[in-house]
């Protein structure tokens, strides 16, 4: 069967590493190393994958992120980077309970990883299971107080569990990175007239509003 052009650039990239990985353990054996082999090393095959995937998912790809890092983790299922990149990949390609899975085994793998933290956090609130990203963005946001998107999301995840003014102080804080956002200040106000607090609700309302019209 005829290879296709993609077929014979990604054995070029594949033999590229190859011989890159002879070179590093062989030094000035190099050609005859490469030129004796008739078959590409299982652990060099797995390396090239695993980076490609990687990077599909670090580019975006996640379609193509998926379809190369399924079989790599099929091989080896302690790989905490590999975890986290196709846990990623599956959530934002709708396999979100697999995606899950996947960044709870990068978790338990790295725990001290405030990426992996950060990511598995952002993907409970995604998912609606705010109990379980309480805890994780906590984390985070102690460890980087400027971090926006984490605030905000600490917040929206403490507001459906009724913590509104655990909710509210996060929230303010995310009001204090960037005021120009109107759905803080509208979150904030949706948090006071649940806790049935009305006119501590109006001015933030008001907010919101004018910051909508100025973004017009």
């Known amino acids: 069967m005829s290879m296709t052009s993609r077929d014979v650039l990604e054995n070029a990239g594949l033999y590229a590493h190859y011989s890159l990985s002879v070179a590093k353990k062989l030094g000035s054996s190099l050609v005859d190393a490469f030129h004796s082999a008739f078959s590409v090393d299982g652990d060099v095959r797995h390396s090239f994958y695993r980076d490609k995937g990687i990077a599909h998912a670090k580019a975006g790809r996640y379609e193509q992120a998926v379809t190369v890092l399924s079989p790599v983790w099929a091989e080896d299922q ?19 309970e697999r995606g899950l899975e996947l960044l709870e085994k990068a978790l338990a793998a790295t725990p001290d990883d405030i990426k992996v933290v950060t990511v598995l956090g952002l ?4 998912t609606q299971k705010y109990d379980l990203a309480v805890p994780l963005l906590t984390r985070v946001a102690e460890a980087n107080p400027l971090n926006f998107n984490v605030r905000f999301r600490l917040g929206v995840a403490l507001d459906n569990l009724g913590r509104f003014p655990l909710a509210i102080d996060s929230f303010k804080i995310a009001a204090g990175m960037r005021p120009n956002e109107s759905k803080v200040p509208r979150a904030i106000a949706y948090c006071y007239e649940q806790m049935g607090e009305h006119e501590q609700a109006i001015p933030y309302f008001k907010k919101a509003n004018e910051l909508d019209g100025s973004a017009g």
């Open 78 to 96: 302690t790989d905490g980077e590999v975890a986290l990149h196709l846990g990623i990949a599956c959530v934002k390609t709708d396999a979100v």
């Open 123 to 126: 993907a409970y609130v995604q």
